[in-house]
């Protein structure tokens, strides 16, 4: 156990927290907005990589310039989602929306290993391909690339929300969507962008890892959980919160995979899970 | 001061109207008459999933339906109940009877530990933890040499039916009549509950823990007995069903579809209403079976598609399930004011 392995696996924690942190911040946008938990985030996951893959496999299209074809369908599913299922559930009671979200959950994966077969998949040869060697710790192309690409993300969503006329319309909303609406701003077309946005970021995040990453139809249960850790980690509904929730949770299933064993790195985020929300329930940057 | 409040709302035990009473009343003859009419073993098995679903289902009515704590890891204590009774079983050669009580007492426990941390917190909160559970308890089980990790416990055989290791080959009768016991057992209990000072505290705890709490029902505790009772309800199915199947493996009994159907059928059926799952499990396990009769043989990916899109469709059309069409005065009689 040597310090280059440690800081090895702190880079690889380091990258895949990136990506984490962008997949958690889609669904943190969506919680704020309408206090819906998206439980169907992991097979939206999973339809932005089928995205890619397909986007190769038919035309040709490498997965690095297909993801703006990626992001706009993901987006289009997210208005579609909530054209078709989330507006009739909004003042529904919280048990009734988590049904409903898990229901679409179903459907979604269920259909894809009907259409597409539960095999597993990947892009050959991709554009991105290789590693670069820094110092002693070995960095994959793919991986730096996704990871690069899903933090400019991140700070793009970030100044968008805050920065933006329609960032700051979807912030009033979250606040409070009655006195938001008093003020002009229609809060159904709010929550349609704020599901756009929110599959969206997915679309990036799913888009870049179809680059190095099995595809297959269960894919997206994993990163969905560890997204819901990083939302609940850094607080419903808080964006920022996500990065750091998202960093954390990629050290510890490195670093815990590394030091004690490889096959329960679930466990590791589970344990601290529990310990950040018993001891700070609404997470580390939360408003609730 | 806090009891009397409590009596105060809660309803005479039998209050129930009496067409009803012998309605059941008929029923419950008939499904024991049932099997003496000489139906074939797939209609037997038939029974059999739905006593055991609706069990299971009943469940998670308990702690969802009526304290409003939403569990997507339940099929965590039907596996702890399946693996009690075959661990306990292969190794000891205790019988099924005593260590069906283990697995109810190990789900306790573990229903209390996760429920201390965990209940303290909000709806969505414990919903995530106990995804989590459910697939860590998944994970750790798939790794555990002890219990056969991957390829699970082959339940040793007897060489003829035997009712003291609750294995018969020859026919599905006994099993049957098993079945049918937990489930009666079950729904009497939960009927009981739900009409106790207990299941109303539950459902003040649910639908206002802030206005429960000011009547000095302590919320956090109550949510903690309703998990416990729960589990200690889906325990005994699990055990129930290894002993059905003889082969047990994590990805089987710990499978997220347990979960998944559970919430189904309660869903469906009318969540927070003690007959809801049996409603629920006696469309649903039938739709499911022939299903996997006539369209399965590539997996289980067709009755999902269905599960899910009734699930929507149930969540915005009839959030009160499909108990919502019977209108509540004929279960109920109606208050005498």
Same mark, same amino acid.
């Given at each position: 156990?040597?310090?280059?392995?440690?800081?090895?696996?702190?880079?690889?924690?380091?990258?895949?927290?990136?990506?984490?942190?962008?997949?958690?911040?889609?669904?943190?946008?969506?919680?704020?907005?309408?206090?819906?938990?998206?439980?169907?985030?992991?097979?939206?996951?999973?339809?932005?990589?089928?995205?890619?893959?397909?986007?190769?496999?038919?035309?040709?299209?490498?997965?690095?310039?297909?993801?703006?074809?990626?992001?706009?369908?993901?987006?289009?599913?997210?208005?579609?989602?909530?054209?078709?299922?989330?507006?009739?559930?909004?003042?529904?009671?919280?048990?009734?929306?988590?049904?409903?979200?898990?229901?679409?959950?179903?459907?979604?994966?269920?259909?894809?290993?009907?259409?597409?077969?539960?095999?597993?998949?990947?892009?050959?040869?991709?554009?991105?391909?290789?590693?670069?060697?820094?110092?002693?710790?070995? /960095? *994959?192309?793919?991986?730096?690339?996704?990871? &690069?690409?899903?933090?400019?993300? $991140?700070?793009? @969503? !970030?100044? #968008? =929300?805050?920065?933006?006329?329609?960032?700051?319309?979807?912030?009033?909303?979250?606040?409070?969507?009655?006195?938001?609406?008093?003020?002009?701003?229609?809060?159904?077309?709010?929550?349609?962008?704020?599901?756009?946005?929110?599959?969206?970021?997915?679309?990036?995040?799913?888009?870049?890892?179809?680059?190095?990453?099995?595809?297959?139809?269960?894919?997206?249960?994993?990163?969905?959980?560890?997204?819901?850790?990083?939302?609940?980690?850094?607080?419903?509904?808080?964006?920022?919160?996500?990065?750091?929730?998202?960093?954390? /949770? *990629?050290?510890?299933?490195?670093?815990?995979? &590394?030091?004690?064993?490889?096959? $329960?790195?679930? @466990? !590791?985020? #589970? =344990?601290?899970?529990?310990?950040?929300?018993?001891?700070?329930?609404?997470?580390?940057?939360?408003?609730? | 001061?806090?009891?009397?409040?409590?009596?105060?709302?809660?309803?005479?035990?039998?209050?129930?109207?009496?067409?009803?009473?012998?309605?059941?009343?008929?029923?419950?003859?008939?499904?024991?008459?049932?099997?003496?009419?000489?139906?074939?073993?797939?209609?037997?098995?038939?029974?059999?999933?739905?006593?055991?679903?609706?069990?299971?289902?009943?469940?998670?009515?308990?702690?969802?339906?009526?304290?409003?704590?939403?569990?997507?890891?339940?099929?965590?204590?039907?596996?702890?109940?399946?693996?009690?009774?075959?661990?306990?079983?292969?190794?000891?050669?205790?019988?099924?009877?005593?260590?069906?009580?283990?697995?109810?007492?190990?789900?306790?426990?573990?229903?209390?530990?996760?429920?201390?941390?965990?209940?303290?917190?909000?709806?969505?909160?414990?919903?995530?933890?106990?995804?989590?559970?459910?697939?860590?308890?998944?994970?750790?089980?798939?790794?555990?040499?002890?219990?056969?990790?991957?390829?699970?416990?082959?339940?040793?055989?007897?060489?003829?039916?035997?009712?003291?290791?609750?294995?018969?080959?020859?026919?599905?009768?006994?099993?049957?009549?098993?079945?049918?016991?937990?489930?009666?057992?079950?729904?009497?209990?939960?009927?009981?509950?739900?009409?106790?000072?207990?299941?109303?505290?539950?459902?003040?705890?649910?639908?206002?823990?802030?206005?429960?709490?000011?009547?000095?029902?302590?919320?956090?505790?109550?949510?903690?007995?309703?998990?416990?009772?729960?589990?200690?309800?889906?325990?005994?199915?699990?055990?129930?069903?290894?002993?059905?199947?003889?082969?047990?493996?994590?990805?089987?009994?710990?499978?997220?579809?347990?979960?998944?159907?559970?919430?189904?059928?309660?869903?469906?059926?009318?969540?927070?209403?003690?007959?809801?799952?049996?409603?629920?499990?006696?469309?649903?396990?039938?739709?499911?079976?022939?299903?996997?009769?006539?369209?399965?043989?590539?997996?289980?990916?067709?009755?999902?598609?269905?599960?899910?899109?009734?699930?929507?469709?149930?969540?915005?059309?009839?959030?009160?399930?499909?108990?919502?069409?019977?209108?509540?005065?004929?279960?109920?009689?109606?208050?005498?004011?």
């Amino acid at each position: 156990m040597t310090s280059e392995i440690i800081l090895q696996a702190i880079v690889t924690g380091l990258m895949m927290g990136l990506i984490y942190a962008l997949i958690a911040a889609g669904l943190s946008l969506i919680f704020g907005l309408m206090e819906i938990v998206n439980f169907a985030h992991g097979e939206h996951l999973m339809l932005s990589m089928f995205s890619s893959f397909w986007l190769w496999s038919l035309f040709g299209l490498d997965p690095l310039f297909s993801i703006p074809i990626t992001i706009i369908l993901l987006a289009f599913c997210g208005i579609l989602t909530h054209y078709f299922l989330i507006r009739y559930i909004l003042k529904a009671k919280m048990l009734i929306q988590i049904c409903a979200t898990f229901g679409l959950s179903i459907f979604i994966r269920s259909i894809a290993q009907l259409l597409w077969t539960p095999d597993f998949r990947n892009v050959d040869k991709p554009l991105l391909e290789g590693r670069i060697e820094i110092g002693s710790v070995f /960095i *994959g192309q793919p991986q730096f690339y996704a990871s &690069l690409v899903c933090l400019l993300a $991140f700070i793009g @969503l !970030y100044l #968008f =929300v805050t920065k933006t006329e329609t960032g700051l319309a979807l912030q009033a909303t979250a606040q409070d969507r009655h006195a938001a609406e008093v003020l002009g701003i229609p809060s159904n077309k709010m929550f349609a962008i704020g599901w756009a946005i929110g599959l969206g970021c997915v679309g990036v995040a799913g888009g870049m890892m179809a680059n190095y990453f099995f595809i297959f139809t269960d894919v997206g249960i994993n990163f969905a959980l560890f997204a819901f850790v990083a939302v609940a980690l850094g607080g419903f509904g808080s964006i920022i919160g996500c990065l750091y929730a998202g960093i954390i /949770i *990629g050290l510890v299933e490195s670093l815990g995979g &590394l030091l004690i064993d490889p096959s $329960f790195k679930l @466990l !590791y985020v #589970f =344990v601290i899970y529990l310990l950040v929300v018993i001891y700070k329930p609404q997470g580390l940057f939360g408003r609730y | 001061m806090e009891s009397k409040l409590i009596t105060a709302k809660s309803e005479p035990l039998w209050n129930t109207n009496n067409k009803v009473i012998s309605i059941v009343c008929a029923l419950i003859v008939l499904l024991f008459a049932l099997p003496l009419f000489g139906l074939n073993s797939f209609y037997l098995h038939l029974f059999i999933m739905i006593f055991m679903h609706a069990v299971m289902a009943q469940s998670w009515n308990v702690i969802a339906g009526f304290s409003g704590q939403i569990s997507l890891g339940h099929g965590a204590f039907f596996g702890i109940g399946a693996y009690a009774t075959s661990f306990f079983y292969m190794q000891y050669g205790i019988t099924p009877w005593i260590s069906i009580f283990f697995g109810m007492f190990i789900s306790a426990i573990f229903a209390v530990l996760i429920g201390i941390p965990m209940l303290r917190l909000s709806g969505h909160y414990f919903a995530i933890a106990t995804l989590l559970i459910g697939i860590s308890f998944q994970v750790v089980f798939q790794r555990w040499d002890l219990v056969g990790a991957a390829s699970g416990l082959w339940v040793t055989m007897t060489p003829e039916d035997s009712w003291i290791a609750l294995q018969f080959h020859s026919s599905k009768i006994p099993y049957y009549y098993v079945f049918l016991i937990f489930f009666l057992i079950t729904f009497f209990a939960v009927w009981l509950l739900s009409r106790s000072k207990l299941g109303y505290r539950l459902r003040a705890v649910r639908d206002d823990p802030q206005a429960a709490l000011s009547l000095c029902i302590n919320v956090s505790n109550y949510k903690i007995i309703a998990y416990v009772i729960s589990a200690m309800i889906m325990a005994p199915m699990g055990s129930l069903f290894a002993q059905y199947i003889l082969i047990i493996d994590p990805d089987r009994v710990f499978n997220i579809e347990i979960s998944i159907i559970v919430l189904l059928i309660t869903v469906l059926g009318g969540i927070g209403n003690v007959w809801g799952p049996i409603i629920g499990a006696s469309i649903l396990i039938p739709i499911s079976e022939y299903s996997r009769i006539y369209l399965g043989g590539t997996g289980g990916a067709i009755d999902l598609i269905f599960y899910g899109l009734i699930l929507m469709i149930i969540c915005i059309f009839k959030p009160n399930g499909l108990i919502s069409f019977i209108p509540k005065d004929i279960l109920e009689r109606k208050k005498q004011r």
